[in-house]
């Protein structure tokens, strides 16, 4: 199981980079869309 977990994760590579940082981007947005109404 280990092998094939090394496996997926060698071949999306650039994949596992971009949903990390879509990841990071949607928990921006949503963290600042909470805090708005405290500005307000």
Do not use: E
Request: net charge neutral; proline share 2%; charged share 15%.
């Amino acid at each position: 199981m280990m092998d094939q977990i090394k496996t997926v994760i060698a071949r999306a590579d650039r994949t596992l980079v971009q949903d990390a940082i879509g990841a990071v981007s949607l928990m921006t947005i949503f963290i600042a869309a909470l805090h708005i109404p405290g500005f307000v």
